[in-house]
């Protein structure tokens, strides 16, 4: 599978990721088979939160991972923290030094090669942040640092006052949540799409060379539905289908390279469990779709050009 430079780091990582949200929901045999799928499909990298399930998608995983063929050390481990349920955001020293420590007895593992701040608590103290992520990696218990769903002064706020680089944002981004690109295309019109919803944080990325990573890929709205197989979007699916064909790919491939073929180079989250599709979308890494297919997809999911 074709890798990715994870920030302006030596990582070489996958350019597909495992999300395991959905985790909690398989049996630990179950959940062997899928990270199994994964990793030989070329999928080395394990995107976790500490609210995934409750904890308990973490848990599933670190039983898997101990009972499956895989050697820790040949995985890049990430989890996210920050979110008290249905409650508040938290940004706090002892909830983020909680959350570390909870994923980490969960997942069975000694570190995380990556800590997010899952989306941007409006009571940080960016002062408090730098305390806790220097406690972190002098602890060996995080080795870089990232955040989730940050704009780009959020981005800037956290990382003027922390001494390590910020190097992964997650943000949405499918052949149906294009709202990053459309912003930048529509510049200087008045029309919805030219409505700068997220100050730019796509072009903001490229120029601080911060990895995005792509979370929804196959979904459409917030969580609405898959738009694969979708009878609401056939243009769409007729689109999708014509290029898996001549790919020699499913559907799912063809979404996943539609993202990895964007200059900002992506990285591309799938949550799904089931190992079929697991592999299928994972070969659409070492798709290289032209600019005209690109433009194509974009053009069959209902956008259009100023």
């Given at each position: ?41 070329g999928i080395n990298f394990i995107d976790a939160a500490d609210v995934y399930g409750n904890g308990d ?148 990325s490229r120029r601080m060379g911060v990895t995005i990573q792509a979370w929804s890929p196959f979904q ?87």
């Open positions: 599978m074709k890798q990715r430079n994870i920030g302006e780091t030596s990582w070489k990582t996958s350019a597909v990721a495992l999300g395991i949200m959905r985790m909690n929901k398989l049996t630990s045999a179950e959940a062997v088979k899928t990270i199994e799928s994964a990793y030989d499909s998608s973490e848990k599933i995983f670190g039983e898997a991972l101990k009972k499956s063929n895989i050697n820790r050390d040949n995985l890049y481990i990430q989890s996210k923290g920050g979110i008290v349920a249905d409650t508040r955001y938290d940004f706090s020293k002892q909830h983020l030094i909680d959350a570390v420590n909870g994923s980490l007895e969960r997942l069975g593992v000694d570190y995380l090669d990556s800590f997010l701040l899952h989306r941007p608590d409006p009571l940080m103290e960016p002062a408090e942040i730098a305390d806790v992520f220097d406690e972190l990696q002098t602890s060996g218990k995080v080795r870089q640092f990232g955040v989730s769903n940050f704009n780009p002064q959020q981005y800037l706020m956290v990382q003027e006052a922390v001494s390590q680089r910020l190097i992964i944002n997650q943000l949405q981004f499918s052949i149906m949540h294009t709202g990053m690109v459309d912003f930048g295309m529509h510049t200087n019109m008045k029309d919805a799409r030219s409505i700068n919803h997220d100050g730019g944080i796509l072009e903001f459409y709205g917030f969580f609405d539905g898959v738009f694969i197989n979708s009878d609401k979007f056939p243009e769409l699916n007729d689109k999708l289908q014509e290029l898996a064909d001549k790919y020699g790919v499913s559907k799912n491939g063809i979404a996943t390279a539609w993202i990895l073929r964007h200059p900002a180079d992506m990285q591309v989250i799938i949550g799904t469990m089931n190992p079929e599709h697991i592999i299928d979308s994972a070969k659409g890494a070492d798709v290289d779709l032209t600019k005209q297919e690109w433009y194509d997809i974009y053009f069959a999911a209902g956008n259009d050009l100023p």
